[in-house]
Nanobody
Framework: QLQASGGGLVQAGGSLRLSCVASEFTLDYYAIAWYRQAPGKERERVSCISSTDGTTYYADSTMEGRFIISKDNAKSTVYLQMNNLKPDDTAVYYC??????WGQGTQVTVSS
């Protein structure tokens, strides 16, 4: 299972840190990704982190400059630090293992 948390309401320019706790499997063997889905839009991948050496991926350069994905294998937790948030970042954020195991989503709302 995956349990996402950390969303909330923040003003533009603010920060949030999302957490994704994995249970019943170890992060040593699985990559984890963060996705988001804004109202009326398709779900898009935001970032992911590899299982082995912690290689990270970001959807585009604007996210790479503002978002930081990391993980703590001992805590079975993947984090998404989001800085300088913009209203366009408003969405439900999900963590996922592959395309078959999804967390429940956490709402991020950025006010202008």
């Amino acid at each position: 299972q995956l349990q996402a948390s950390g969303g909330g309401l923040v003003q533009a320019g603010g920060s949030l840190r999302l957490s994704c706790v994995a249970s019943e499997f170890t992060l040593d063997y699985y990559a984890i990704a963060w996705y988001r889905q804004a109202p009326g839009k398709e779900r898009e991948r935001v970032s992911c982190i590899s299982s082995t050496d912690g290689t990270t991926y970001y959807a585009d350069s604007t996210m790479e400059g503002r978002f930081i994905i990391s993980k703590d294998n001992a805590k079975s937790t993947v984090y998404l630090q989001m800085n300088n948030l913009k209203p366009d970042d408003t969405a439900v954020y999900y963590c996922a293992r592959g395309l078959t195991l999804w967390g429940q989503g956490t709402q991020v709302t950025v006010s202008s």
